[in-house]
């Protein structure tokens, strides 16, 4: 059963039985504890209070609140729950004399002072009846409007989160359709080259990039990717790449034997890697690439991307070609806000640009929530 047909039955359920409630502590309510015997005519009183105590509670909860004190209209407010508290009272007055009940109250009190000398009972004073029935208005008054704006701010609080929420993921889903156009239209430049040279090449090529296309239009659905995914992921990237480089580069990929399993962002580590092949490699100079992946514990990623720095202008994490870069950046502050730091050295002392990321992930999510690793510096 869902949790909204749950409380389609809870909620009838809760105000029947707090009105049930209420007509219990009326009925076992009775004046002198029982020493008097009440007319009939005080019941009928009582059953008719509590009807229009009920009428006034859904007429405060439904109308008064929702359509005056909601939308601003303080002073309309007040004003109508002091109509309807004043409506209940009168009317209640009304009907003491309607049914003869003041006179009737005061032959029962009368009777319980012959049958109890000893104990000389007082007899109601002027009003007693109105005071308890406006005290009992009063409180009904304000339970209703109490429930009604917590109901209405927890509500609010709701529609708020769910928006958040899709404004986060359909951020997320264009924040990934930008890397991944991005990543794909350089490499099919790069086979494109190889079907000039050897069509052999070119044709494994090919289907090593449909099987990453496969990973990221499929595998890759649910907004989560295993570790040992990403790993592949990144090898088939990194085995394209070589297809177009000389031996002036040197590319290293040091990741553990065997992974340890962890949930993690789909292709959250493929822009680092990009980055490097895009300014750390020359035509005309020896050029080289490090990326180390390590698993200090089960749930504890660190990873390491080095590249040479050339003197030709660079693009950091926020220039404007680093289109991969950014969006990285951007998809850390959506999905682990406040809670991730990310170390960029521009150029190190060996004249490299490095990056450094570590992350603590949480193994335990459901295949069908965003991932929440815990992000720290390495």
Do not use: C
């Not at 649910?222 to 990403?230: D, I, P, R, T, V």
Request: charged residues 20%; glycine residues 6%.
């Amino acid at each position: 059963m869902s949790a909204f047909s749950s409380r389609r039955i809870l909620t009838p359920l809760i105000h029947v039985l707090a009105w049930g409630l209420l007509a219990l502590t009326l009925l076992l309510f009775q004046p002198m504890q029982g020493r008097i015997v009440l007319p009939p005519q005080y019941w009928v009183k009582q059953g008719a209070l509590l009807l229009m105590w009920v009428g006034a509670f859904y007429l405060t909860t439904r109308v008064s609140v929702p359509r005056l004190l909601l939308r601003g209209r303080t002073g309309w407010f007040v004003l109508a729950l002091v109509v309807t508290a004043g409506v209940v009272v009168l009317v209640g007055r009304g009907l003491e004399n309607v049914l003869h009940l003041p006179d009737l109250m005061r032959q029962a009190f009368r009777a319980a002072e012959g049958a109890s000398r000893p104990h000389r009972p007082e007899r109601p004073r002027g009003g007693y009846f109105d005071v308890v029935s406006m005290l009992i208005t009063l409180l009904v008054l304000g339970i209703a409007t109490a429930i009604t704006v917590v109901q209405h701010w927890q509500q609010e609080a709701q529609l708020r989160e769910r928006l958040d929420q899709q404004r986060v993921e359909a951020e997320l889903s264009l924040l990934k359709a930008q890397i991944n156009p991005h990543f794909f239209f350089n490499t099919l430049n790069n086979i494109y080259s190889l079907t000039l040279i050897d069509g052999e090449r070119a044709r494994a090529a090919l289907h090593r990039l449909s099987r990453m296309m496969r990973y990221v239009l499929y595998d890759t659905a649910s907004g989560q990717a295993q570790l040992s995914q990403e790993v592949a992921f990144i090898q088939d990237y990194i085995t394209l790449m070589q297809l177009r480089l000389t031996d002036r580069v040197q590319v290293t990929f040091e990741h553990p034997e065997p992974v340890r399993e962890v949930l993690i962002a789909p292709m959250m580590l493929l822009p680092f890697v990009e980055n490097a092949f895009k300014h750390g490699v020359a035509a005309t100079a020896p050029s080289h690439i490090y990326i180390g992946l390590r698993q200090p514990t089960a749930q504890q990623l660190e990873i390491v991307v080095r590249n040479t720095l050339f003197a030709k202008p660079s693009t950091d994490l926020a220039g404007s070609n680093g289109i991969g870069l950014v969006n990285t950046r951007r998809r850390l502050d959506l999905l682990y806000p406040g809670r991730y730091t990310l170390q960029v050295t521009e150029k190190t002392p060996d004249n490299e640009f490095e990056v450094k990321l570590s992350l603590l992930v949480d193994n335990k999510l459901p295949a069908s929530s965003l991932p929440q690793p815990i992000l720290k510096i390495v």
